[in-house]
């Protein structure tokens, strides 16, 4: 009896249903299987607390967490500067549209064009609603300054893309999964291979009616593709020849995620427009933003871009408080760092068992061979081991964790990895 109340005051209340009574794991998944949608499919764990790079699930078993809610909790779970800003924001402003001027909105364009080197940060909610602003930008520059003929402006993106789920997003998805059936699509959406220069100026000397190129600096979503060195450079050079504005996409790999403070800073080059979101806020609140020099911003003038809840005191300060801890702790040193031990470590799986290591810093994947196993099933496998992790396209073992993580924490979480891959065997 003694026991059964212990383990009713570490679950709390979260796992009791309306009833009162406590939920095992299998009835929750039921539950969510029964009244939620079925367009995501979860890896059956029920998880309940987090704290660091450490996640605990409804029976109180401690697991390490290497996805970071895709690249998001960069900051590590609940850390106590977001949860203390959070709560102390929560009790004194949460909403006022932007009908009105708030403390926290210019406290934190102030902060990110002063860091980031940009004449102005435009706040938004989550990552796709930052690359529809980003494309609104654009093709508002390509009339008002480009002087591109009137519904004539086109957006290129890089196949395997991935910015999200709107009906924007999937127009121009290459992937069969994100746009089949949801039709008609956005006109002037045209596509064209990744990491390939030659290309893309085949298309920009085509069509004097591009206004914008959008690339991910390193494809996430479509396995963790890093482009060749020199790629992002030439990119630059193309876009100024063609006078086409470059939209870097770093919802994913942006703020310290790739071992620097953005992916371009690996090449030592600007964008003219780029989106943020994800580690943006910690995971603490949907925060995603957009910055760009004043020819481009001004091309939104009063009334035409808006959004509820962008730039909301509660989401301002949150994003606020996380950049700066991703700045004081020093954490695209320490993905750096680590970043360089996965890769030598993981590396080394034979290649019978995984085909390819990918990655920079700590957002990372590896191949798993087709004949060896099954990526769905080592996540599972994974997951009982005492790590939780997700497949990408079905056989690339995501590596994201925490930016928080230690050397030791990280090893551990490679010896599970290998020692999992090892049971096939």
């Known amino acids: ?4 109340s212990v383990r009713q005051k570490f679950l709390g209340v979260v796992k009791k249903s309306s009833k009162g009574r ?14 939620g949608g079925i367009h995501f499919k979860p890896l059956p764990v029920v998880l309940t607390r987090g704290e660091g790079v450490y ?3 409804i029976d109180g078993k401690r697991y390490l967490d290497f996805l970071a809610g895709f690249s998001t909790v960069n900051q590590g779970h609940c850390h106590p500067r977001l949860v203390k800003v959070m ?3 929560a009790g004194k402003l949460t909403h006022t549209s932007r009908a009105f001027y708030s403390e926290p909105h210019g406290e934190l364009g102030e902060y990110m064009t002063k860091l980031l ?3 102005r940060f435009l706040p938004m909610n989550t990552g796709v609603e930052g690359g529809d602003t980003a494309i609104k930008l654009a093709r508002r520059w390509g009339y008002r300054v480009k002087k591109i003929p009137s519904d004539k402006a086109t957006i290129v993106f890089a196949r395997g893309n991935f910015w999200g789920r709107s009906l924007a997003a ?5 992937d069969p999964n994100c746009y089949t059936d949801f039709g008609p699509y956005m006109p002037l959406f045209e596509k ?3 990491n390939d220069p030659a290309a893309l100026e085949q298309k920009f000397r085509e069509n004097p009616n591009i206004c914008a190129f959008m690339v991910e600096p390193i494809q996430g979503e479509a396995g963790v593709v890093v482009p060749t060195d020199g790629y992002l450079k030439r990119v630059r050079e193309l876009c100024t020849k063609y006078n086409i504005l470059w939209i870097d996409d770093e919802v994913q790999t942006g703020l310290c995620r790739t071992g620097m403070r953005l992916a371009i800073d690996h090449e030592d080059c600007r964008p003219d427009i780029l989106i943020l979101g994800k580690a943006l806020s910690g995971g603490m609140y949907p925060v995603s933003g957009v910055l760009a020099d004043d020819q481009i911003m001004f091309c939104l003038q009063t009334g035409s871009h808006g959004s509820t809840f962008g730039g909301s005191p509660l989401g301002n300060r949150v994003a606020l408080e996380a950049v700066k801890i991703l700045e004081e702790e020093n954490l695209a040193e320490n993905a750096k760092k680590l970043g360089k031990i996965l890769k030598e470590e993981l590396s080394k799986v034979p290649k019978d068992i995984a085909t390819e290591f990918r990655g920079r810093g700590l957002l990372a994947g590896l191949v798993i061979n087709k004949e060896f196993a099954d990526g769905w099933d080592i996540c599972l496998r994974l997951r009982d081991a005492g790590l939780l992790t997700r497949p990408a396209h079905g056989q690339i073992i995501r590596i994201s964790p925490p930016l928080t993580i230690t050397e030791e924490q990280l090893r551990e979480g490679i010896n599970i990895l290998t020692t999992v891959l090892k049971s096939y065997k």
């Not at 009896?1 to 059964?4: D, L, P, T």
């Open 55 to 57: 996640l605990w699930d």
């Open 22 to 35: 406590f939920l095992s794991s299998q009835q929750v998944i039921d539950r969510d299987d029964k009244y």
């Open 1 to 4: 009896m003694a026991m059964q």
């Open 192 to 194: 064209v291979s990744y």
């Open 87 to 89: 709560r102390d924001q």
């Open 117 to 119: 080197k940009w004449d």
């Open 170 to 174: 999937l127009s121009a998805s290459t």
